[in-house]
């Protein structure tokens, strides 16, 4: 079985925060067991989330949306629709260098 994993981010106030399935939560609490819970950063919604401290693997799911989705990109997503509108080299080459990009990333975190 294998685990999703969740991505770090800032919110727009600078403040630590995490995003999964588009949805982006805020830290709540940290256990000994090397776990943290993760809060939907709506205040109408009740969803929260479970991760592993360190690989960022979501361990379980709570609650249910009390409001629509709205889609949050990621970072590398939001990077790269920016390399395109602004480089004038061909899109393939552009995609070539953000999967590196990310690869290097997931690797760093693996190691």
Not at 41 to 63: F, I, K, P, W, Y
Not at 73 to 85: I, M, N
Request: hydrophobic share 30%.
């Amino acid at each position: 079985m294998s685990l999703s994993c969740a991505t770090e981010d800032t919110s727009k106030d600078d403040h630590k925060s995490l995003l999964y399935k588009t949805y982006r939560y805020r830290f709540r609490t940290r256990k000994v067991d090397g776990t943290e819970t993760w809060r939907c950063t709506d205040r109408n919604c009740c969803a929260s989330t479970v991760v592993n401290q360190t690989t960022l693997a979501v361990l379980v799911e709570r609650g249910n949306r009390a409001y629509e989705e709205v889609k949050v990109e990621h970072p590398l997503v939001q990077d790269l629709k920016r390399k395109v509108e602004d480089d004038i080299s061909p899109i393939p080459h552009q995609y070539e260098g953000a999967i590196h990009q990310m690869n290097a990333a997931v690797e760093y975190v693996l190691l």
